[in-house]
């Protein structure tokens, strides 16, 4: 064979050769790259998914505390006092200070049909004279047991919070009214971790199924 064809076939050779290991080299970086994404996916996804969870359970225990808390106050409430609201007034005030800092925007007693609070702690004087159409109110009058609102926005000030409230019954079961009390979301061990941790996304909620509340983003739509 002639020398120029020779070289010819071998330049060829080689490069057919080269451009097939360079095919092969980027056909393995491509699935490599595709391979890595997905762990990497997989991974933030897990994450994710261990931080909701410990965040669910978490708030969980945190309205299962003032739910709770609320229940023993109610059960332990003396009935008579009803019939005097002054003396309602004051053991609301005075004898269960130690359960006013679960709830930092206000315990109440409310009458069964919703109106006017019969005692209630923060004094506030843009406290709404009607509870009637709060869903939680409803809820709680209705079954006669404890309830945990949904998010909402308070027509006193104007913030996120939750609802606890529990039925008072006397001792033929029979309902003399609702004790509420008020939890702001970002309120100091309550939600104020999440607005810190994400300060540019508004306040995120995360609370167990248990209550019949779901992850939600608080910023709009909530009920006012």
Do not use: C
Not at 64 to 69: A, D
Not at 139 to 147: F, G, K, R, Y
Not at 207 to 213: A, F, Q
């Amino acid at each position: 064979m002639p020398p120029g064809i020779n070289n010819s076939l071998k330049v060829r050779i080689t490069t057919v050769a080269g451009v097939l290991f360079l095919a092969g080299v980027a056909l393995i970086a491509l699935f490599a790259t595709h391979v890595l994404q997905n762990e990497m996916q997989d991974r933030i996804f897990q994450e994710q998914t261990t931080t909701v969870d410990y965040l669910s359970r978490d708030i969980g225990s945190k309205l299962l505390l003032r739910r709770e808390s609320l229940k023993r106050v109610a059960l332990h409430m003396p009935t008579e006092l009803f019939s005097r609201p002054a003396a309602l007034q004051k053991w609301l005030e005075n004898d269960r200070k130690a359960i006013h800092t679960l709830f930092p925007n206000g315990l109440l007693i409310l009458p069964p049909d919703g109106g006017e609070a019969l005692a209630d702690t923060l004094h506030l004087a843009t406290r709404p004279k009607d509870f009637a159409d709060r869903a939680w109110f409803r809820s709680a009058v209705h079954t006669l047991e404890p309830v945990i609102s949904a998010p909402l926005i308070t027509r006193a000030t104007e913030e996120a919070a939750v609802v606890v409230a529990v039925p008072i019954l006397d001792s033929q079961n029979r309902l003399l009214g609702i004790l509420a009390g008020i939890t702001p979301l970002d309120a100091p061990g309550f939600l104020d971790q999440l607005r810190a941790a994400r300060p540019s996304d508004g306040l995120i909620q995360i609370v167990s199924l248990e209550y019949n509340l779901s992850l939600i983003h608080i910023s709009q739509g909530i009920v006012r």
